[in-house]
């Protein structure tokens, strides 16, 4: 089963509204990172939020963590157009394994 | 380079054929990593290389998949007698020392096999 699966699968939005995905996983982790995909090609690094941390800002995104709930959100204040893409969690877990953990991710619609 | 290059960008290939998909990370990043992704889906982990380790290959879904990085630099995933299943995006992704840093990945490559 996924580490991190975002929710929702998808979302639809008007340009200047904000748009909240959110991610939760099942085990303990060091961090958690967000990244973008444009067109199912290469995945960007939005931000990267440790387990000790709580809120993180850049821009015009913000993205808590609860490591009590094993769940974490990512905030796009001011949506654009630009926005429009994939929206993936991954997960830094205590598995051994030494690579993130990718969720399914959320697809992200802005309409103008 | 600037970033992490990937080629070939696309590849068809005929089933039972052999392909080679190279990639060639940033200078300096000891952390290498290839997924793959199917239409629609998340990323699946193949294989991790960091430094002169030995490579972590739990992800590999079979044995007609392998893969080497040589010089600790440019590597090759190597998939044998290709099925159609394998049809799928295969990303490349590098990190200046592996976990607790963001990966920087390629365009990937995109492999058709018909």
């Known amino acids: 089963s996924q580490q991190g699966e975002e929710d929702p699968q998808a979302l639809s939005i008007q340009e200047g509204e904000n748009a909240t995905m959110n991610c939760s996983y099942k085990t303990s982790i060091n961090n958690l990172q967000w990244y973008r995909q444009n067109s199912g090609r290469g995945l960007v690094h939005l931000i990267l939020?440790?387990?000790?941390?709580r809120e993180k800002h850049s821009g015009r995104l913000r993205v808590t963590l609860d490591t009590s709930k094993k769940s974490s959100s990512l905030l796009i204040t001011a949506s654009r157009a630009a926005d429009t893409a994939s929206y993936f969690c991954?997960?830094?877990?205590?598995?051994?394994?030494?690579?993130?953990?990718f969720g399914s991710g959320t697809r992200l619609q802005v309409q103008p | 380079g600037a970033g992490v290059s990937q080629s070939p960008s696309n590849k068809v290939t005929e089933k039972g054929k052999d392909v080679e998909l190279r990639c060639d990370p940033i200078s300096g990043h000891t952390a290498l990593y290839w997924y793959r992704q199917s239409l629609g889906q998340g990323l699946e982990f193949l294989i991790y290389f960091q430094g002169n380790s030995a490579p972590d290959k739990s992800g590999l879904p079979s044995d007609r998949f392998s893969a080497e990085r040589t010089g600790g630099s440019v590597s090759t995933l190597t998939i044998q007698r290709t099925q159609q299943e394998d049809s799928a995006v295969y990303l490349c992704?590098?990190?200046?020392?592996?976990?607790?840093?963001?990966?920087?990945f390629g365009s990937g490559t995109r492999l058709t096999v018909v």
């Open positions: 991954a997960t830094d877990a205590d598995t051994g394994r030494r690579a993130l953990t």
């Open positions: 992704a590098s990190s200046y020392r592996g976990l607790g840093y963001g990966y920087t």
């Open positions: 939020i440790r387990s000790n941390e």
